[in-house]
């Protein structure tokens, strides 16, 4: 049975029992009501509720998420749970989330283990808490707290519960302490329902909108979910309960949601391929060779996650700048309460720094995280196969450098696997994992192993310049600077790509990172590049005037006193400059137009991606866009915003743009493919 009840005196216990999370779906809202009308009908003083395995309830049913859940709903649950004369204790271990949240709300008590994680995560996927947990959580905890969960999606411990009011005690055994809750204290518990909502200054509403804007850009169901607690404050419960319903319907069928809902299912099911069975190597000593920004956090990342970790430089000064760039990063956790005194030293304990390759000879697996110059990494893996256990796993985190050239300068090019960490390594989730001609299944299924110990999103990549989301950025780089030179600004570029949903323009990124390591980039590529293709030039010019971006005061735009961004006159006169010289005569563009330009330049060139083989599957391209890349989370990733506009509007977009220039806008065999077809791109096979 998904929901067990048994009697012990007057005790009733009901048990939600859906392995492995206890997903609300119908059978479990059928089984709870009619666990409702069984204890009433027993006569029962109290009903503890809890959940069989890992949690209590984590959520609805993902069967569900794309349909009207059949009845009964939930919403009717919760009221006929919170209306029982029969009090209700909810036992909470684990997760409650989304529904499970609710029907803790709605019971009379509740008690939580300390690690217990309570939560209304809603708004991550594009929808609002639908039975009742706008209303009631203002209720229980007032509103200022609500306003800080609700719209956020935030989730709670049991230790926070406790002292912001959400649950009423904490416990080791929840059922045990339930069955102990004294039963005068139990009828004096007053429903959720019947408390008063409480309320908040106009401005603390002001000050949330403004937050949840900032926060999650671009997104609707954030501030629906605000106006519903605004409205807690004087409807009724089941008024409150009604509207709430009316916007959870409405929004669970908008775009957002469904594009929020094939993000969250591409992360939950990025793993390794099923034809990869081979075991990986068990790894329990890592080397990290490079102790820059990169090389650190890659180290951290690793400690974080309780390997021993040793880290390469090549002298005294290198290993101090190194151990200094770790322990940066460990200071910051502390500061920032992610770790404890305990926790940093036993991180610090976990690394150790040296100059003396020989330090790494029995390491399980070696990643190189030196300077992106193939001579350089060359010598690096030279050094390290000479020291190193035969039966090692080597990986290379290169950006862009050619994966099977480096494997030749192996004796064994088989145990070579790209392992490309986005920078800050200990934060970003992505790890795009580099199948080079010769690497072997192990060394492939250590390198997803590693991603699922370090609790990153891994995706399978060939090998090309930039894989799969560097040589995205290019060509998205070359739209921009191609507008650029024709006729806009880098402000009015950025802001086009904010307004669609990115945090920051392409320009002030590269402030950001530095031009000089895009300049670099362009170094690399002047021998292979194609004559034919039109080069712009405006970049080069920055770097060699020594605009490098933030870390020189001046990129694309100003940054007077280190402080933010401000607009620098001085770079239209500049972009004008390079337009004269190479006789293109400028015109404006508007913001609609530079999205066009710009978005169907990525898609155009994931789809060549996609036709290659570099990316399995277009939502292997969609979780590397979002967890790479800025792409809005809320539009699903670059392919399934290229699917809601359609194969066949993208390739009419393409062969319009290709009228300017035939070589850049050439529309990818993909594209042609999936219009021809009538076939979405997520639905495209090699």
Request: net charge negative; charged share 25%; proline share 5%.
């Amino acid at each position: 049975m998904a929901v067990s009840r048994r009697r012990d005196g007057i005790y009733g216990y009901v048990e939600i029992d859906n392995p492995p999370v206890n997903a609300i779906g119908q059978e479990i809202r059928q089984g709870l009501l009619d666990a409702v009308d069984w204890a009433e009908a027993e006569g029962l003083e109290r009903v503890i509720l809890s959940g069989k395995g890992r949690a209590l309830a984590a959520g609805a049913d993902t069967r569900e998420f794309d349909a009207e859940p059949p009845p009964p709903h939930l919403p009717e649950v919760a009221n006929r749970i919170e209306k029982s004369p029969v009090a209700w204790i909810a036992a909470i271990h684990g997760f409650a989330l989304g529904g499970g949240a609710e029907l803790v709300l709605a019971c009379r008590y509740r008690i939580a283990r300390p690690d217990a994680m309570i939560g209304l995560p809603e708004v991550n996927l594009g929808v609002i808490p639908g039975a009742g947990g706008t209303q009631r959580l203002p209720r229980l905890v007032g509103m200022e707290k609500a306003l800080e969960l609700i719209p956020t999606g935030k989730p709670v411990s049991g230790v926070e519960a406790k002292a912001i009011g959400l649950v009423d005690e904490l416990d080791d055994d929840p059922v045990g302490y339930a069955e102990m809750v004294n039963t005068e204290w139990l009828g004096m518990a007053v429903p959720v329902g019947e408390l008063n909502s409480g309320a908040a200054e106009p401005e603390d509403f002001a000050k949330a909108r403004r937050a949840a804007e900032n926060r999650m850009r671009g997104q609707v169901a954030p501030l629906k979910a605000i106006e519903l607690l605004e409205l807690a404050q004087t409807a009724s419960l089941e008024d409150g309960m009604r509207a709430e319903r009316e916007a959870f319907v409405e929004l669970r069928k908008s775009e957002q949601a469904r594009a929020l809902r094939h993000i969250f299912f591409a992360e939950r099911g990025a793993r390794a391929p099923d034809w990869l069975t081979a075991e990986p190597a068990k790894v329990e000593h890592v080397a990290v060779v490079g102790g820059g920004t990169m090389g650190a956090g890659i180290a951290y990342a690793l400690v974080n996650a309780g390997q021993a970790v040793t880290l390469l430089e090549t002298d005294a000064d290198g290993v101090e700048r190194a151990r200094g760039n770790v322990g940066k990063i460990i200071d910051s956790s502390l500061k920032r309460g992610f770790i404890d005194d305990d926790g940093a030293a036993a991180r610090r304990g976990r690394l150790t720094v040296s100059s003396d390759y020989g330090a790494a000879a029995d390491a399980d697996l070696a990643i190189e995280a030196a300077f992106e110059s193939m001579e350089v990494k060359a010598e690096v893996f030279g050094r390290l196969q000479s020291v190193i256990r035969a039966d090692a796993v080597l990986a290379t985190n290169t950006s862009y450098l050619d994966v099977d050239e480096i494997a030749g300068t192996l004796a064994d090019p088989s145990r070579l696997v790209g392992l490309h960490f986005f920078a800050p390594a200990h934060i970003m989730k992505l790890l795009e994992i580099v199948r080079g001609k010769a690497s072997s299944e192990r060394a492939l299924a250590t390198g997803f192993a590693l991603a699922k110990r370090l609790r990153k999103i891994p995706v399978l990549a060939g090998v090309c310049d930039g894989f799969i989301g560097n040589r995205i950025l290019s060509r998205y780089r070359e739209a921009a600077d191609t507008v650029l030179m024709d006729g806009s600004t880098p402000w009015d570029i950025d802001e086009a790509m904010v307004e669609f949903g990115y945090a920051m323009g392409i320009y002030e990124t590269q402030d950001l990172s530095g031009l000089d390591i895009a300049h670099a980039n362009r170094r690399r590529q002047d021998a292979t590049r194609d004559p034919n293709r039109r080069y712009i030039p405006i970049g080069d010019r920055m770097v060699a005037e020594g605009r490098l971006g933030r870390k020189a005061g001046v990129g694309w735009y100003r940054y007077p006193g280190g402080g933010g961004k401000v607009v620098d006159p001085l770079i239209e006169d500049l972009v004008r400059e390079e337009a004269h010289f190479a006789k293109v005569a400028r015109r404006e563009f508007s913001a609609d137009e530079i999205r066009h330009r710009l978005l169907l330049a990525m898609v155009n060139e994931a789809t060549a991606i996609l036709g290659e083989g570099i990316a399995q599957t277009a939502r292997d391209i969609d979780l590397v866009t979002v967890n790479g890349y800025g792409f809005p989370r809320w539009r699903g990733g670059l392919m399934h915003y290229a699917d809601t506009l359609g194969a066949a509007t993208v390739l009419e977009g393409l062969e319009g743009l290709a009228k300017e220039d035939a070589l850049v806008w050439a529309p990818s065999p993909v594209v042609r493919d999936c219009a021809e077809k009538g076939i979405s791109f997520s639905a495209w096979r090699r």
